[in-house]
């Protein structure tokens, strides 16, 4: 079999597939249901399987599709931040991961996204091509790009810009790098879905650290 079956989750359905140019596409379309300790387990478990396929391998596509994700709770986020943070899975993703595409809610909610991710990425850049998107199969030169650090730059006619730079102004509850990322965090779990959310796994998988200590 070229890729895995489906995992519905209820909070989450996993769904493989061939995207663009054959490349394997993972997407994980968030649905309001809560979340299970459970579920969560067999949501990461599906991913580390997923990363073990043969066409996966050659690298893969992720799509985030959170539009209608409910607010999870910060022990959730520091759970799969933890996930993330193991030294053999950053390496994977580091090396197979070529795009990330981030689903939220057309109008005032994609605004909010924009410059939350703006600021987000200006102290934790993406690992992989990152588009921000308002459906699951809108083109990417349609969204906003993210480029990771070693690309520089946008490539002509891959996406339709590059994110603006991010006025940040740090409030009395966020010192440092470590305290700004937790703030524009739980920005992300108020703003991003509907009702709302935040990327889960994407956090984790981008910013492992934020559950970690910082400098």
């Not at 991913?47 to 043969?54: E, P, R, S, T, V």
């Not at 030294?87 to 197979?96: A, G, I, K, S, V």
């Not at 906003?144 to 070693?150: G, M, S």
Request: charged share 20%; aromatic share 8%; glycine share 8%.
């Amino acid at each position: 079999m070229a890729l895995p079956e489906p995992l519905p989750l209820g909070f989450v359905t996993l769904r493989p597939r061939l995207g663009d140019a054959g490349l394997a596409e993972l997407v994980l379309q968030a649905a309001d249901h809560p979340f299970t300790d459970d579920g969560v387990t067999k949501m990461t478990d599906y991913i580390d399987d997923f990363l073990k396929y043969d066409l996966v391998k050659k690298g893969f596509s992720i799509v985030y599709d959170l539009r209608s994700l409910r607010v999870p709770s910060l022990s959730l986020v520091k759970q799969l931040a933890d996930w993330g943070r193991d030294p053999e899975r950053q390496q994977t993703f580091q090396r197979m991961n070529k795009i990330c595409k981030v689903v939220v809610s057309e109008g005032w909610r994609f605004g909010v996204a924009k410059r939350i991710l703006s600021a987000f990425f200006a102290m934790c850049p993406p690992v992989c091509d990152t588009f921000l998107l308002t459906a699951v199969d809108q083109s990417s030169s349609e969204g906003l790009y993210f480029a990771p650090p070693e690309t520089g730059k946008l490539d002509e006619g891959t996406a339709s810009g590059a994110p603006p730079e991010p006025e940040i102004q740090p409030g009395s509850d966020a010192v440092g790098k470590g305290g700004m990322l937790r703030r524009l965090l739980r920005q992300l779990l108020d703003f991003l879905a509907e009702p709302s959310g935040a990327p889960l796994v994407y956090a984790a998988h981008f910013c492992p650290s934020i559950s970690g200590p910082h400098a």
